[in-house]
């Protein structure tokens, strides 16, 4: 069965970078557009960036552009996002999804990530 | 960015009734909209894709309807286990956005 399992969330302080990781399986991981979704506490859901199965494609949300970089392992199943110049705003719960032509049925449970000083 | 607006921010009902949640889109999304259900600590889970299309495993006590700017998740005969936070989202243009969240609870 599919599974997608992040990994890498913390605390960090402002300023600091972070790389988070989502180890998949179940399905052909290159077939696939992946994405970050966030979910800041008690909010609602951020979408972040998505990444096309070869890679070739990148997208992220406008906010975030230069600060985060979305990168994918093929071979190695797993999907990452470099996290730069973090913020406090940047506190969030962070998903990885399978991607179906814009749907997200897919998701990891999640890592948390703490921007703190 | 496409803007989402989704009304109720939060919902009171019984089990039984009929749930009606609405989200408004800046710009016309064609019918590229989804709804996902949220429960505390928890993944959001699918549940309308297309506007309108029921995923599978979902009951068929809810349902999606609207196109273009204007869409509708409804939940016939509420049930306790429905007691989540719903989100609508739109995949017409990157970046995909979420409506802002409507927090459903018992009466």
């Known amino acids: 069965q599919v599974q997608l399992v992040e990994s890498g969330g913390g605390l960090v302080k402002p300023g600091g970078s972070l790389r988070l990781s989502c180890a998949a399986s179940?399905?052909?991981?290159?077939?696939?557009?992946m994405s970050w979704i966030r979910q800041a506490p008690g909010k609602g859901l951020e979408w972040v960036s998505y990444i096309s199965g070869s890679g070739s494609i990148i997208y992220y949300a406008d906010s975030l552009k230069g600060r985060f970089t979305i990168s994918r392992d093929n071979a190695k199943n797993s999907l990452y996002l470099q996290m730069n110049s973090l913020r406090a705003e940047d506190t969030a719960v962070y998903y990885c999804a399978r991607e179906r032509s814009g749907s997200y049925y897919y998701w990891g449970q999640g890592t948390l990530v703490t921007v703190s000083s | 960015d496409i803007q989402m607006t989704q009304s109720p921010s939060s919902l009171s009902a019984s089990v039984g009734d009929r749930v009606t949640i609405t989200c408004q889109a800046s710009?016309?999304?064609?019918?590229?909209l989804n709804w996902y259900q949220q429960k505390p600590g928890k993944a959001p889970k699918l549940l309308i894709y297309d506007g309108s299309n029921l995923e599978t495993g979902v009951p068929s006590r809810f349902s999606g309807s609207g196109s273009g700017t204007d869409f509708t998740l409804t939940i016939n005969s509420l049930q306790p286990e429905d007691i989540a936070t719903y989100y609508c989202?739109?995949?017409?243009?990157?970046?995909?956005?979420f409506g802002q969240g409507t927090k459903l609870e018992i009466k």
């Open positions: 710009q016309d999304t064609s019918n590229y």
């Open positions: 989202q739109q995949y017409d243009n990157l970046p995909y956005t």
């Open positions: 179940g399905f052909t991981f290159s077939d696939y557009y």
